[in-house]
């Protein structure tokens, strides 16, 4: 794990930077957060397969995908669990307590919204863990030239942009897109699940998550995302139910 000093960092849009700030991210303002820790990469496959052993997780749905109240049958090839070759790719296609079940399992729990805003961009606003330049060269897994390929309808691709893989790539694939404390697919590759319920305008100073509400907050984009998915104001959101091949998780602790 890594450990995130305690200070102010730069959370929001920074509009001198960023033409698409939404309506549900704040304009850039300043948050204190307590000293916590949180794992330099997503968990995978092969770490959640340790907590099904120990009987303390559940599979259930693992290879079934479960999007907008529906089975998604199509997805079931993105769906990492299951597949031998994808042992060191984020474990995807679990619910929001599934993911919580794992971090209470290694004496952790999911990051808040802000905290792992922190953690993506550090204290200085930037648009992208990396900086605020765009994808110079290969940073993140996210919709590219391959991914057209087998999904032709797509509108959301990066043309011009290879990051070499259609669905989900192995953890750590991309460190020229670290984070200013070192975490790795902090931009793409799945979106996280995190503490806070969802509230569309605005969201907290404070560390204490909005837990009360229908959607849980999502950050970081996924390998379904275009660029704008992967800023580090960016905000997603997902039923606690969805079994998305797009939501994964990495875990936080106090430190």
Not at 226 to 233: A, I
Request: aromatic share 10%.
């Amino acid at each position: 794990m890594i450990r995130v000093p305690a200070g102010e960092f730069l959370a929001g849009c920074n509009r001198k930077v960023d033409r698409v700030c939404r309506s549900d991210e704040d304009k850039l303002h300043l948050v204190r957060l307590d000293a916590f820790s949180i794992d330099r990469t997503e968990v995978t496959v092969e770490d959640y397969s340790r907590c099904l052993e120990a009987g303390q997780c559940s599979a259930e749905g693992l290879e079934s995908p479960f999007i907008a109240g529906a089975e998604q049958a199509q997805w079931a090839w993105a769906c990492n669990f299951g597949k031998a070759d994808r042992a060191r790719h984020p474990v995807n296609c679990l619910t929001f307590e599934q993911a919580a079940a794992f971090c209470r399992w290694k004496g952790k729990r999911l990051p808040t919204e802000m905290e792992w805003e922190r953690a993506a961009r550090g204290t200085d606003g930037r648009k992208f863990p990396w900086g605020n330049t765009g994808l110079d060269k290969p940073r993140a897994n996210l919709a590219d030239d391959k991914g057209r390929k087998v999904f032709p309808s797509a509108v959301m691709a990066v043309f011009g942009y290879d990051d070499g893989y259609v669905g989900t790539a192995p953890v750590g694939s991309f460190p020229d897109g670290k984070a200013p404390e070192g975490l790795l697919d902090m931009a793409g590759n799945v979106w996280e699940w995190t503490a806070d319920g969802y509230q569309d305008q605005s969201y907290p100073a404070e560390r204490q998550p909005f837990a009360k509400e229908a959607y849980r907050v999502i950050r970081g984009g996924s390998f379904l995302s275009d660029l704008s998915d992967l800023r580090t104001s960016r905000r997603g959101r997902a039923r606690p139910s969805e079994r998305n091949p797009g939501i994964g998780f990495r875990c936080a602790s106090d430190p």
